[in-house]
């Protein structure tokens, strides 16, 4: 062994030993960058508020803000948007910002393309993208909600099953599965414990992820409470059948994918063979612009465009 490494030159093993030095420094940096937070902070960020000493009160603010009496107006509420997809609900600094931008962008473009499209130009990247981006986040958080409720009943449904009552089941919930599910079943803990009954409380959960599968378990939770019977089973049950209409959703989205592509592709292809006729052959449309029927023409050309692109993604986006 000794004349092994005797015979072993000494630069190759001070390479080695820097390589390793090296890759365990970069391995134990990743580990540290990409470590979450400690177990009483990372669940959920209502546990994260406990931890910060807020209220039930607060919470409730600032988790399920108050909404209009009004159902049809929720969607052009900007508290509520902003906590539905899982933001702060300050409805004025998110305007500030937008406005301030805006006006930015503004005084940045009106020397280069004049005030109106400058205008035009701000108010579709700060204001109307902005608020794209809230919906798409809102939705994204929904989807969410959804996939995560089944393990959300199953829990629900053990705690039933081995002798603890609803509240302490909910709140098993709360503290034990991750965000968004468990801040929002936080929501109806605070909620109880403020004064709510289980079955409003439930119910006001369905009216903040107006869904189907939650609308469900707020009815199966009111009926429960009001005839009896065996909750944790109707709970297995009815996790069951969101995990059968999820599989569901996944097997239609994959069989109708290529329905969607073609969609896609001959929506875009008459905008992409318009694009590449101007710059190849600028005067196969230049030359006719000055006709009076070329701009009826063209506005009467996209609009049949648009609809037939309308027509053929109502036709291979299925909602079950």
């Known amino acids: 062994m000794a004349d092994l490494l005797s015979r072993i030159d000494p630069d190759i093993l001070l390479f080695i030993g820097i390589f390793m030095g090296v890759l365990l420094l970069v391995e134990?940096?990743?580990?540290?960058?990409?470590r979450r937070e400690t177990s009483t902070e990372a669940r959920s960020r209502r546990m994260r508020m406990i931890a910060a000493g807020t209220s039930q009160a607060e919470r409730?603010?600032?988790?399920?803000?108050?909404?209009?009496?009004?159902?049809?107006?929720?969607?052009?509420?900007l508290p509520a948007l902003l906590a539905e997809a899982g933001l702060p609900?300050?409805?004025?600094?998110?305007?500030?910002?937008?406005i301030l931008s805006a006006a930015f962008l503004v005084l940045v473009l009106t020397a280069v393309t004049g005030l109106?499209?400058?205008?035009?130009?701000?108010v579709a990247l700060c204001i109307l993208l902005p608020f794209l981006m809230l919906r798409a986040a809102r939705t994204k958080r929904r989807n969410m909600l959804v996939a995560q409720l089944p393990d959300a009943l199953d829990l629900m449904a053990r705690g039933l099953k081995a002798g603890h009552p609803l509240?302490?089941?909910?709140?098993?919930?709360?503290?034990?599965?991750?965000?968004?599910?468990?801040?929002?079943?936080?929501?109806?803990?605070?909620?109880?414990?403020?004064?709510d009954d289980v079955v409003t409380a439930v119910r006001k959960l369905s009216e903040r992820v107006p869904t189907e599968d939650f609308q469900y378990l707020a009815a199966s939770i009111s009926i429960q409470h009001g005839t009896g019977g065996n909750l944790g089973q109707v709970l297995s049950v009815l996790s069951q059948v969101i995990r059968g209409r999820a599989m569901m959703r996944r097997?239609?989205?994959a069989m109708s994918a290529e329905g969607r592509i073609s969609a896609f592709i001959l929506s875009a292809l008459p905008f992409l063979i318009f694009g590449l006729n101007s710059i190849i052959t600028p005067e196969y449309y230049g030359g006719v612009m000055d006709y009076p029927l070329f701009i009826p023409l063209a506005i009467a050309a996209v609009g049949l465009?648009?609809?037939?692109?309308?027509?053929?993604?109502?036709?291979v986006n299925f909602r079950i």
């Open 28 to 34: 134990g940096m990743r580990q540290f960058l990409s």
């Open 89 to 98: 609900p300050r409805p004025g600094l998110f305007i500030s910002a937008a």
């Open 167 to 195: 509240n302490t089941s909910i709140a098993t919930v709360a503290e034990t599965m991750p965000d968004p599910i468990g801040s929002e079943f936080g929501v109806i803990v605070d909620q109880v414990s403020y004064g």
């Open 116 to 122: 109106f499209p400058a205008i035009a130009i701000a």
């Open 305 to 315: 465009v648009l609809l037939n692109a309308l027509i053929l993604f109502k036709l």
């Open 60 to 77: 409730i603010a600032i988790l399920a803000p108050k909404r209009h009496p009004n159902g049809s107006l929720r969607n052009f509420m």
């Open 251 to 253: 097997k239609i989205k």
